[in-house]
């Protein structure tokens, strides 16, 4: 990934280490939240003095907050407004608190970012659409959007790719476009409802695109099967079928629809028109479906008219599983154990220095000492 120097320099001036301030920029942009190991696997150090410094350093200048949760064990928060502003990203809502599901999946996130840190990641909302809609000229309408509430003088406000997941680019081929890797997070749900929702969003955006990939990120392979072949049947198989076939559906469904033939639809036909509609629209295919339905289209030409503006594409499935998952239970364990190890190096620290640095400048809320959900 490629990390802007002046981002790492900013947070450096606060008092980090260049390693310290790249693990921080890490978390700010993909997750919220971490725990010690985090640290360990991205500066390669081993529990022990550095690790420890680093996280009373953290709580200490008020830059973090740790919370005890069930089944998730303690978890550190970057809250500071400091370090979010510093690197451009101050509306950034990882500094918000969120609920368990949220937390686990970020972490889950960050423990991909760092098991693949050569990617080059498309990291914020105007990366992605730099990329779609002025590299690869796709409208804004055919991207995952979500409204949101705004003030009186600013209306509602549209935001892209809210998710939030990994999304980075292979540019293996210098040839041709560079493929790009979407991905899902499943921090262990009881079922596949909200990746069939998830993909569903995206296949707008799929359907612009040329060859892509998706990666199902999980913490344990149970969904594995059942995600390839949820994401088989909504995304890879429609995409890489016989285009001129979808069509001609299409217009067998929207003309018995028109008719109001609706005894002759099932629940999965109007649904599938539904989606279709979408997909099929335009002045050409209404121009095909008026020439079709008065006969002077017949079935082969429309089949050869349609076939010829099929996109060639190949869209891949890979499910990536957290390696460490089965050690989950120990890494908890040794997490609370350095905190409470920072603490101690933290009330040893504020004896003789109750104030530090940036405290002598800084405001107390500009520090991000306090809860931001108060």
């Given amino acids: 990934m490629n990390i802007d120097p002046e981002n790492i320099a900013a ?37 022990g003095k550095r ?28 809250v500071s407004k400091t370090i979010y502003r510093r690197i451009g990203n ?23 970012v760092l098991a693949n840190p050569s990617y080059a990641y498309l990291e914020t909302e105007q990366d992605k659409l730099r990329f779609f809609c002025e590299e ?24 892209y790719f809210v998710d939030r997941f990994p999304l980075f680019l292979d540019r293996t081929d210098s040839s041709l476009s560079p493929v790009a890797t ?34 199902y990120i999980a913490n344990s392979s149970a969904h594995s099967v059942r995600a390839e072949e949820c994401f088989s049947s909504v995304v890879k198989a429609p995409l890489e079928a016989d285009g001129s076939s979808e069509v001609l559906r299409y217009f067998q469904l929207r003309n018995a629809w028109e008719l109001k033939k609706y005894g002759s639809l099932s629940t999965n036909d109007i649904e599938w028109l539904k989606d279709a509609k979408q997909r099929f629209h335009g002045e050409r295919f209404d121009r095909w479906y008026q020439a079709w339905t008065s006969g002077a289209l017949a079935e082969r030409a429309l089949r050869n008219e349609s076939e010829q503006m099929r996109p060639h594409r190949k869209v891949t499935f890979r499910p990536w599983v957290l390696a460490a ?30 104030t530090t640095q940036e405290d002598a400048t800084q405001t107390p809320d500009e520090a991000g000492g306090g809860d931001p959900a108060q």
């Fill in 11 to 47: 947070i450096v001036s606060l008092g980090y280490t260049q390693e310290e301030a790249r693990f921080l920029y890490l978390v700010a942009v993909h997750s919220g939240y971490f725990v010690p190991r985090h640290f360990l696997v991205s500066s390669g150090a081993k529990w």
């Fill in 51 to 78: 690790s420890t410094q680093f996280a009373a350093k953290l709580e200490s200048r008020g830059h973090v907050t740790w919370r005890e949760y069930d089944r998730t064990g303690g978890v550190y928060h970057l």
């Fill in 90 to 112: 101050e509306n950034l809502h990882n500094r918000l608190r969120h609920s368990i599901d949220f937390i686990r999946t970020r972490l889950l996130l960050l423990d991909f």
């Fill in 136 to 159: 690869l000229g796709i409208l804004r309408t055919a991207l995952p959007a979500k409204s949101y509430e705004g003030s009186r003088l600013t209306g509602p406000a549209l935001r």
């Fill in 182 to 215: 979407f991905s899902y997070v499943d921090p262990g749900q009881v079922n596949l409802a909200r990746f069939a929702n998830h993909i569903h969003a995206y296949l707008p955006l799929f359907r612009q695109l040329g060859d892509f990939s998706f990666l």
């Fill in 325 to 354: 998952s089965r050690n989950e239970d120990a890494l908890r364990r040794q997490g609370t154990k350095l905190h409470g190890e920072a603490n101690s190096a933290e009330r040893r620290t504020m004896k003789t220095k109750t």
